[in-house]
């Protein structure tokens, strides 16, 4: 039975131009439905057209159907509880100041009793294993945290529907594959039915029932993951690098064969194929000139409280890409506050191109450019090109340098169609995309981001590869923290681990995810049996070669 139906559904802003697109979409009680697709394709627009109470302004043509009944036809308890809603943005669904009052926030307006509400609480609490934070202000948790707190937050109202955008976008590693495990048993065990847009979908695999491809506001491919994948490939074969690296080797193995889902099927796979893989080439940056140096850097929020840096050190050498990964709430963030003066260090020294740093706010903008973590901070205007120019402005720009930066930079990542658009009507990957624009219309040299790549669509993060090596070979050292491991592995120079409040060590990319097991890419999951310094999806699909035995010699064909 339909739990949801979307029949023929088409939405605009305005009359003039339609964001969706004759959408028709059955979802079944019970399913499990993993949307993606470019950034800006109308995904989130979608699910919240999915949610009675999320007030969507628009226009909307066709029928939406929830258990048979129009939204109009809904009771309160049927639109507010039934229908789970996780934003992509913490921020924008946090009500109350203290963990316990948000998990209580809901319960509170459905009218329940105080011992009901309690044991709701504490069966959430637990099973998202927020306990330990239960009695924190929100305003000190990171931003993967928080998100879980909207999880549970969500949970705790026992819904029907499940509608999540892009949970894990805040997630480490590890948080993202338990929290994908918790969707599996809350749809498997419970019967909730879960309605996701995704970019990671490594880990829902094994999950979803359904998966949907979207691009340009409309449906172009969808179906049951026993035929779903082969069919993606014979229609979108220029979109591959969307499917994960265990469905792309097996498709490469077997085109005709149903694609493993699992790293265990992929390594069936390999083994049962008789395939050696070849070594990739690494290539090590020489490091010459010490652009920024951090010297046994230590913080805390407060006096009482634990460090959230202890005694950090770190060398950045100049003109290298560097990526910092690391558990939710583990201090990277932190690091980078401290590096610009937002935050200042109880101990240390942090030193810029050998000189002492002293918090001079005219250095910082003219030597470094922090992207945070939430993007939305950096706009102030009705419109991305009027940010644009009053960010020039302040930054001493004339008119006619400002516009031809903004023509740049524009070109850059592809967001001319954007700049006439408020920052609240974009993606998440399309703010990404126009706040990187933003900082390099001053053209910094030293390049801080935080989650450069939360939102982004897999053909978007190329993008943002290519703009971050074009700006290396321009002498730009940039320092990524990231949750983001395949991002990481492919533009970064050296790599390190957040961990205990300090960086035990910074690594060469393929010496240092060959010895992780969790922190390390998919590929490297796959091959690390054969060739454990494949990390790369494109090393292990250009390193297979088939092996034939001829009278006792091995012929390999490439």
């Known amino acids: 039975m339909a739990l949801l139906q979307l029949k023929d559904v088409s939405y605009s802003y305005s009359e003039e131009q339609y964001i969706l697109q004759h959408i028709d979409l059955s979802i079944d009680e019970g399913a499990f439905v993993t949307i993606f697709g470019p950034s800006g394709s109308g995904k989130s627009t979608l699910l919240k057209l999915m949610k009675p109470t999320s007030l969507l302004n628009g226009n909307v043509v066709g029928e939406i159907l929830y258990e048979g009944k129009t939204f109009s036809n809904l009771n309160e308890k049927q639109k507010v509880s039934d229908i789970g809603f996780v934003y992509q943005n913490p921020d924008h669904q946090i009500v109350v100041e203290d963990v316990w009052h948000e998990l209580a926030f809901g319960l509170e307006n459905m009218g329940l009793s105080t011992v009901e509400m309690k044991v709701r609480i504490g069966e959430m609490a637990n099973f998202f294993g927020i306990q330990h934070w239960f009695r924190k202000k929100v305003s000190n948790l990171s931003g993967g945290q928080k998100q879980l707190l909207n999880m549970a937050s969500v949970l705790v109202l026992h819904p029907k529907l499940l509608i999540l955008d892009e949970p894990t976008a805040q997630l480490d590693p590890i948080a993202a594959k338990e929290l994908m495990n918790m969707l599996g048993r809350i749809n498997q065990e419970l019967g909730v039915t879960i309605v996701i847009v995704e970019h990671r979908l490594e880990e829902l695999l094994p999950y979803t029932t359904q998966f949907v491809f979207m691009k340009k506001g409309q449906i172009l491919i969808q179906g049951s993951s026993e035929s779903f994948f082969h069919h993606f490939a014979k229609k979108v074969p220029a979109w591959q690098c969307y499917l994960p690296a265990v469905v792309q080797l097996s498709l490469t193995l077997d085109p005709e064969k149903k694609p493993a889902l699992t790293i265990q099927q992929g390594l069936a796979r390999l083994k049962n194929k008789s395939f050696m893989l070849r070594p990739p080439v690494i290539k090590h940056i020489l490091q010459e000139n010490i652009i920024l140096e951090l010297k046994n850097l230590s913080f805390r929020y407060h006096r009482y409280q634990d460090d959230i840096l202890r005694d950090v050190q770190l060398n950045v050498y100049e003109g290298e890409i560097i990526s910092l990964l690391g558990g939710n709430g583990a201090g990277k963030s932190t690091l980078l506050q401290t590096i610009t003066g937002q935050l200042k260090p109880y101990k240390g020294k942090i030193y810029l191109h050998h000189e002492r740093i002293r918090f001079n706010k005219k250095m910082y903008q003219q030597e470094i450019g922090l992207l945070p973590q939430d993007p939305q901070l950096l706009f102030l205007e009705s419109t991305i090109e009027k940010d644009f120019e009053r960010f020039g402005k302040r930054h001493g720009l004339t008119k006619e340098e400002c516009k031809k930066r903004i023509i740049q930079c524009s070109e850059r990542l592809n967001i ?20 990187l624009a933003k900082l390099l219309l001053y053209q910094p040299r030293l ?11 897999p053909q978007a993060k190329q993008e943002i590869i290519f703009l971050l090596r074009e700006l290396q070979r321009a002498g730009v050292t940039i320092v990524i923290v990231t949750h983001d491991i395949e991002f990481a592995a492919v533009v970064s120079d050296r790599c390190g681990l957040f961990f205990d409040g300090h ?7 393929h010496c240092f995810f060959m010895n992780n097991h ?10 690390k049996p054969v060739e454990p310094r494949i990390i790369l999806t494109s090393e292990l699909l250009k390193g ?11 012929t390999v064909i490439r």
């Open 447 to 457: 390049l801080l981001l935080d989650e450069p790549t939360k939102g982004l669509d």
């Open 416 to 435: 001319a169609h954007l700049l006439q658009h408020h920052p609240e009507d974009l993606s998440g990957g399309e703010l990404q995309k126009v706040a």
């Open 518 to 527: 969790f922190y390390t890419t998919a590929a490297n999951q796959l091959a």
């Open 503 to 509: 960086i035990p060590a910074v690594e060469e990319p």
């Open 544 to 554: 297979i070669q088939q092996k034939e035995i001829h009278d006792g010699h091995t």
